[in-house]
Nanobody
Framework: QVQLVESGGGLVQAGGSLRLSCAASGGVFSKSAMAWYRQAPGKQREFVATITSLGSTNYADSVKGRFTISRDNAKNTVYLQMNSLKPEDTAVYYC??????WGKGTLVTVSS
């Protein structure tokens, strides 16, 4: 069984920061790619960032320079550091494991 538990979402003012965490269990975390996606109200789910088992990263153009994805294999956890947040970043953020499994999401609301 694979379980992903996101945390760290909340309400923040524009320009502020949040750090999301996703704790994984039931899989070989250290050999798996991890990713973050988000879904804003009325929109389709979109890619945010990914990190491979070797540590290579990729970001959506909309978050480059502001968000950083990282992982701690000892803790089976992937993080998303979000800086300079904008109202358009408001969404439910989902953790993705092996391009197949999803967490339940954590809500990020950025106020102006």
């Amino acid at each position: 069984q694979v379980q992903l538990v996101e945390s760290g979402g909340g309400l923040v003012q524009a320009g502020g920061s949040l750090r999301l965490s996703c704790a994984a269990s039931g899989g070989v975390f250290s050999k798996s790619a991890m990713a973050w996606y988000r879904q804003a109200p009325g929109k389709q789910r979109e890619f945010v960032a990914t990190i491979t088992s070797l540590g290579s990263t990729n970001y959506a153009d909309s978050v480059k320079g502001r968000f950083t994805i990282s992982r701690d294999n000892a803790k089976n956890t992937v993080y998303l550091q979000m800086n300079s947040l904008k109202p358009e970043d408001t969404a439910v953020y989902y953790c993705n494991f092996r391009s197949t499994y999803w967490g339940k999401g954590t809500l990020v609301t950025v106020s102006s």
